[in-house]
């Protein structure tokens, strides 16, 4: 098992930043990495609480390979921890037949303000083997970019 961390400086406030993180319409738009898209089907914020939260492939794209299905991945999101405006800590089950994607990846978001801003970290630790490092660490820098366009534009 794996871990890898990401960390950006997002022009918004810790608050924007933690309802960004906790509201499921806001989920949809940013969550996604790059091209792709998201849903969330059933959400609960508190801790044991959590959610289940479907990203959609874009059609046609060659390297589809989803973990739920060729063009999806589906996942649950449980809330550890929830530390408001500081931290939320998740416990994340990709639904997927392939026993190289499943088990539970824990991720850790930590909002650090700092001087006109936020500093936002993504710590992920025991990444299933079917998933590279190399690949959680772009899609979790698209995410985050992603974020940052969705907060930054709410100014």
Do not use: C
Not at 22 to 37: F, N, R
Not at 88 to 114: C, H, R
Request: glycine share 10%.
């Amino acid at each position: 098992m794996s871990s890898t961390r990401n960390s950006k400086f997002i022009r918004a406030s810790q608050e924007a930043l933690y309802r960004a993180l906790t509201d499921p319409s806001a989920l949809e738009v940013w969550q996604a990495p790059g091209d792709m898209t998201g849903r969330v089907h059933e959400f609960d914020l508190r801790v044991g609480g959590g959610y289940e939260m479907s990203l959609f492939y874009p059609p046609g794209e060659d390297e589809a390979l989803g973990k739920t299905s060729e063009g999806e991945d589906r996942f649950t999101a449980r809330f550890v921890e929830l530390v408001p405006l500081e931290k939320i800590v998740e416990a994340i089950v990709f639904n997927s037949a392939d026993p190289a994607f499943s088990g539970e990846m824990i991720v850790e978001i930590t909002l650090e303000a700092e001087d006109d801003g936020t500093r936002v970290t993504y710590l992920f630790r025991d990444i299933p083997p079917g998933i590279r490092p190399g690949d959680n660490e772009e899609g979790t820098r698209m995410t985050l970019e992603k974020l940052a366009r969705y907060v930054e534009g709410q100014g």
